[in-house]
């Protein structure tokens, strides 16, 4: 939008039709799309009512927002992290570069949890959630699966975000700030029914192959799991068992390249194990099922 006159007339349609090639010379490989998102957002439009406003002229406010926008995606910033929110299982979540922003494949995660809820004769399960990051699975499982849970994270940032979230949204979830199991305090459920988490399983060596969109915007510690990548899930190992209720489940995101790994570590109980695939029919979800008489 530069090396314009100072009368040039500036309209939805013809910011778009600038801004695609722009994106697309800057590397960002979603360029229409995230031009008419983030034009839909800067006009507090539905993306989809953009078009019946193609042609109206913009004012300088209004330039000036789109402006800013555009810059930021051009530089590779997210524009989750942009416009400051992300829907996930059809709610709203507020992100910020202090949470990992929440994708489609961990819908799968929460889909599977809630359908093992439902077949439990309990009153309220409960339910803990490891590494919460913005909140997204603790929050849908307090809302949809009516448990009571418990969310853990590291991060006090993220758990800001997180508690915000749940405001918004009207959920009760308890949060606790620590690492893993260690950061359930006293008074705290000593099992649980159910066990989450979408861990850090990215590794070290993978830093190379990564988008700029993920490597230099996202929180490193949500991503990275050590030289393996597996390092998360041995500290979950360590206490999973003994923190399920007989009966109980876990439900795991897990690195698609790297499920036999994965289950070799849990492989020190005797655990029933399942694996949920996402629509590109990888593996994308692990359940560990402790079975009633444990």
């Given at each position: 939008m530069s090396g314009q006159g100072k009368n040039e007339v500036w309209t939805p349609l013809k910011i778009l039709q600038w801004a695609t090639p722009f994106l697309t010379q800057k590397g960002i490989e979603s360029a229409r799309f995230d031009a008419e998102c983030l034009i839909a957002a800067a006009l507090k439009l539905d993306r989809l009512k953009v078009y019946l406003q193609f042609d109206r002229p913009l004012d300088p406010a209004e330039l000036a927002v789109i402006r800013d926008f555009l810059s930021r995606r051009s530089k590779h910033e997210p524009v989750a992290y942009i416009l400051g929110?992300?829907?996930?299982?059809?709610?709203?979540?507020?992100?910020?570069?202090?949470?990992?922003i929440p994708r489609p494949e961990t819908e799968h995660l929460v889909e599977g949890a809630l359908g093992f809820l439902k077949t439990l004769q309990v009153q309220e399960p409960k339910v803990l959630d490891l590494g919460v990051g913005s909140g997204c699975i603790s929050i849908c499982l307090a809302l949809e699966g009516k448990a009571e849970v418990f969310g853990v994270d590291l991060s006090k940032a993220a758990l800001k975000v997180a508690e915000e979230?749940?405001?918004?949204?009207?959920?009760?979830?308890?949060?606790?700030?620590g690492s893993w199991f260690s950061a359930l305090k006293e008074g705290d459920p000593a099992q649980f029914h159910l066990i989450v988490s979408?861990?850090?399983?990215?590794?070290?060596a993978e830093r190379g192959e990564m988008a700029p969109d993920i490597l230099?915007?996202?929180?490193?510690?949500?991503?990275?799991?050590?030289?393996?990548?597996?390092?998360?899930?041995?500290?979950?190992?360590?206490?999973?068992?003994?923190?399920?209720?007989p009966g109980?489940?876990?439900?795991?995101?897990?690195?698609?390249?790297?499920?036999?790994?994965?289950?070799?570590?849990?492989?020190?109980?005797?655990?029933g194990l399942e694996v949920l695939p996402d629509l590109q029919q990888l593996p994308r979800v692990l359940i560990l099922k402790k079975s009633s008489n444990s």
């Amino acid at each position: 939008m530069s090396g314009q006159g100072k009368n040039e007339v500036w309209t939805p349609l013809k910011i778009l039709q600038w801004a695609t090639p722009f994106l697309t010379q800057k590397g960002i490989e979603s360029a229409r799309f995230d031009a008419e998102c983030l034009i839909a957002a800067a006009l507090k439009l539905d993306r989809l009512k953009v078009y019946l406003q193609f042609d109206r002229p913009l004012d300088p406010a209004e330039l000036a927002v789109i402006r800013d926008f555009l810059s930021r995606r051009s530089k590779h910033e997210p524009v989750a992290y942009i416009l400051g929110t992300r829907e996930f299982y059809g709610k709203p979540f507020k992100v910020t570069p202090d949470v990992l922003i929440p994708r489609p494949e961990t819908e799968h995660l929460v889909e599977g949890a809630l359908g093992f809820l439902k077949t439990l004769q309990v009153q309220e399960p409960k339910v803990l959630d490891l590494g919460v990051g913005s909140g997204c699975i603790s929050i849908c499982l307090a809302l949809e699966g009516k448990a009571e849970v418990f969310g853990v994270d590291l991060s006090k940032a993220a758990l800001k975000v997180a508690e915000e979230n749940a405001q918004n949204l009207g959920a009760a979830v308890q949060w606790r700030e620590g690492s893993w199991f260690s950061a359930l305090k006293e008074g705290d459920p000593a099992q649980f029914h159910l066990i989450v988490s979408n861990p850090p399983y990215i590794a070290e060596a993978e830093r190379g192959e990564m988008a700029p969109d993920i490597l230099d915007f996202e929180p490193q510690m949500a991503l990275f799991s050590g030289i393996s990548g597996l390092e998360a899930y041995e500290m979950i190992a360590k206490d999973l068992w003994q923190r399920l209720l007989p009966g109980g489940r876990a439900y795991l995101e897990l690195h698609g390249t790297r499920l036999e790994a994965i289950q070799k570590v849990f492989g020190g109980q005797a655990w029933g194990l399942e694996v949920l695939p996402d629509l590109q029919q990888l593996p994308r979800v692990l359940i560990l099922k402790k079975s009633s008489n444990s």
